[in-house]
């Protein structure tokens, strides 16, 4: 599959500490038939101001995900579901661990449920808000494949 200039992406990183996450991008050239520049947005370059522009293969780039519907069941999340959840400017892959109970949450009016993830690449345990956590998809030979849907 080819992506087009201006289309919206995420890039695969390859680098020590980031292995594994995904980060928003858009296409802005496509050099040659293996690699496309992108356009990241939300990572910038040294001077903190611009947004990061880099040189991708293709084999790092996929579509972005699908928004699932709320209501569906694929976005209730249970234990050992695996997710992704936006942390540093990317997604990274988790397991659900635990609902983080009501009463260890800081009481706000609009307080939303919050669940632990566990990433096993870093060995480490984080609290996300629903809000930055969407189901994990695997972009597989051209369609989206959900781990929750055939239970690997």
């Known amino acids: 599959m080819g992506f087009g200039i201006g289309e919206r992406i995420e890039v695969?990183?390859?680098e020590e500490g980031?292995?594994?996450?995904?980060f928003a991008a858009t296409v802005i050239a496509k050099p040659d038939k293996n690699s496309y520049y992108v356009r990241y947005k939300n990572l910038?370059?040294?001077?903190?101001?611009t947004r990061l522009v880099e040189k991708v293969t293709k084999d790092e780039v996929r579509p972005?995900?699908?928004?699932?519907?709320?209501?569906?069941t694929l976005s209730r999340y249970s234990?050992?579901?695996?997710?992704?959840?936006f942390d540093q400017d990317g997604w990274w892959v988790g397991k659900i661990i635990e609902k983080v109970d009501e009463e260890d949450i800081?009481?706000?009016?609009d307080q939303e449920p919050m669940y632990y993830?566990?990433?096993?690449?870093?060995?480490?345990k984080i609290a996300y808000p629903?809000?930055?956590?969407?189901?994990?998809?695997?972009?597989?030979?051209?369609?989206?494949?959900s781990s929750k849907k055939f239970g690997y």
């Open 12 to 14: 695969c990183s390859k």
């Open 18 to 22: 980031f292995k594994g996450s995904f």
């Open 44 to 49: 910038l370059e040294n001077d903190g101001l």
């Open 64 to 72: 972005v995900p699908p928004k699932i519907n709320a209501s569906s």
């Open 79 to 85: 234990m050992f579901d695996e997710v992704d959840a």
């Open 106 to 109: 800081e009481e706000e009016e």
């Open 117 to 124: 993830v566990y990433f096993s690449t870093y060995a480490q």
């Open 130 to 145: 629903i809000s930055r956590l969407r189901a994990h998809l695997e972009w597989i030979n051209g369609k989206w494949v």
